[in-house]
């Protein structure tokens, strides 16, 4: 038994589907997809992913931002959708809704375990605005505690998303101008070190590609960032040690061209067998 999943940062559904994102769904040979930064209401999701796909969102309360949602091939009738669990425990602040989405998957492999998928859409975080750092590093604290309680029900795990942290200096093309921004900051870093170590978690992908640079799923839309794939690698499949087990392939499906690209991240897909 295969089960194939993506994770893509939309940057506006309502916008992605109109630069493309149809194609990439009819295309793509993924079972289930996570979606970030959706912005879009809950009850436009269906209209805009297709009549193959069942769809459920998580909305943020401040209009326009964020928004995560989950969505399920059609004929694929072992994913809860109508169980989907949105938000963490006490973050209850308007800037964290729209960014945490859990679904579970009965039984994917054979062998009597639950499979709980998260699409999560982390705080970018600007240093230069505390706040928002403040934000980022509330809403890693309570997303490491829920991972371990998840983990600890001996149930397979996988947190998916734009988790706006690039972990080493092989995830973002230019790692040493950019050792103080958001997003590649120490600080924030040892949350993937912890995560990938005593959490018990795997970074699928970098496990699949092996060691070296990339690869990027995001680029900045100034100037030739994509052209020259000066990118981050900030979005991940983050899985417990069993479910990593199980993965065999992980493709980025990037866009040919600047001028075809829908996001301005690229799909990170994974298969497990």
């Not at 930064?37 to 999701?45: H, N, S, T």
């Not at 964020?66 to 800037?95: C, F, M, N, Q, Y």
């Not at 149930?155 to 972990?167: F, S, Y």
């Not at 990593?244 to 829908?262: G, I, L, N």
């Amino acid at each position: 038994m295969t089960f194939t999943l993506a994770t893509v940062n939309v940057n506006g559904l309502r916008a992605a589907a109109r630069k493309g994102m149809g194609d990439w769904l009819a295309s793509t040979s993924a079972d289930v997809v996570t979606l970030q930064e959706v912005r879009a209401p809950g009850e436009l999701l269906a209209g805009l992913v297709g009549d193959d796909w069942t769809i459920v969102g998580e909305a943020s309360e401040l209009k326009g931002r964020a928004g995560v949602a989950i969505a399920v091939r059609s004929s694929r009738e072992d994913v809860d959708l109508d169980g989907a669990r949105g938000g963490l425990p006490g973050l209850t602040e308007p800037a964290h809704t729209g960014r945490w989405l859990e679904t579970d998957v009965v039984d994917p492999f054979g062998d009597g375990r639950t499979l709980t998928v998260i699409s999560c859409y982390m705080h970018s975080g600007n240093t230069e605005k505390p706040q928002t750092m403040t934000d980022k590093y509330a809403f890693l604290d309570i997303m490491m505690e829920r991972l371990e309680q998840l983990r600890a029900d001996g149930r397979h795990v996988v947190l998916t998303g734009d988790i706006n942290i690039a972990h080493t200096e092989w995830d973002i093309k230019n790692w040493k101008g950019n050792r103080k921004s958001a997003g590649f900051l120490p600080e924030e870093r040892a949350y993937l070190d912890r995560l990938t170590s005593d959490a018990g978690y795997v970074d699928v992908h970098r496990t699949l590609h092996g060691d070296g640079p990339g690869p990027y799923t995001w680029w900045s839309q100034r100037g030739k960032a994509f052209d020259n794939d000066s990118g981050w690698r900030i979005d991940y499949q983050l899985a417990t040690t069993d479910l990593a087990a199980r993965a065999s392939t992980a493709q980025v499906d990037s866009a040919p061209s600047y001028d075809t690209r829908w996001s301005d991240h690229a799909p990170l897909v994974i298969s497990y067998s």
